[in-house]
């Protein structure tokens, strides 16, 4: 399994050769977004009641951090108020 969440700067190379930097909120949200889609799709195909359980609590968890990044996108004015529906804490990207 993959991790999309990095704790750490994005590695980025470049002529000069390597460049670090930190995530913006756009990026981190769109790889949370793959995240959830990825745990939606594991939970849809599994059968085995462990499975199950643990695809719940992937949803939860990567939902949360979903929702956090958006709260923080839009208390800092980075995105449109079109695209933040706070009822939802859905995004149109």
């Known amino acids: 399994m993959k991790t999309l969440f990095r704790h750490s700067p994005c590695r980025i190379d470049t002529e000069d050769g390597i460049e670090l930097r930190k995530p913006s909120i756009h990026e981190e949200l769109l790889q949370a977004k793959y995240a959830l889609e990825n745990a939606y799709s594991g939970f849809d195909n599994v059968t085995d009641p462990d499975l199950i359980d643990c695809y719940i609590y992937e949803v939860n968890a ?3 951090r979903y929702k956090y990044l958006l709260e923080q996108a839009a208390k800092s004015n ?3 108020s079109e695209t933040y529906d706070e009822t939802y804490h859905s995004l149109t990207l």
């Open 62 to 64: 990567v939902m949360k």
């Open 78 to 80: 980075l995105l449109p």
